[in-house]
């Protein structure tokens, strides 16, 4: 099978997954997958679940955001952050919709942020399940 080199750039990290064979990630219009020889494109990731296959291996990533730079031969993911199914603290993930439930009861805070912090907690406890089906 054809594969293609996938490196994912946060502001604090780099993580190199060298070759894989099939990636697919969140836009902002909907789930995306690429394979070698995609075209060229642009993407707009949006918060959710990141999905590599490499062999027989499956990684999944948690993101909140960013851009897929999508070549023939390789693909770089820009994000916000990502954090590995496995590398996910569901404690701290429950505190934050904790936290942002207690603050959408406040009438004078302008709830999208709030809304958003919320859905990221919740995307990083969907994806820490992921450990648990491998």
Sequence with gaps: MKTFQLDIVTP????????VEYLRAPSTDGLFGVEAGHAPAV??????????????????YSTSGGYADI????????????????????????????????????DQLDHIPVKNAMERAK??????????LN
């Design 123 to 132: 995307n990083r406890i969907q994806v820490s399940r992921r450990t648990e």
């Design 12 to 19: 604090t990290k780099v993580i190199s997954e060298g070759q």
């Design 43 to 60: 993407i707009a990731l949006g918060i959710g679940e990141i999905k590599v296959m490499r062999g027989t291996e499956i990684i999944y």
């Design 71 to 106: 070549r023939q031969e390789e693909v770089m993911i820009l994000a916000e952050t990502i954090e590995q199914a496995k590398e996910i603290d569901v404690t701290r993930a429950e505190q934050a919709i904790q936290t942002a439930k207690d603050l959408l009861g406040k």
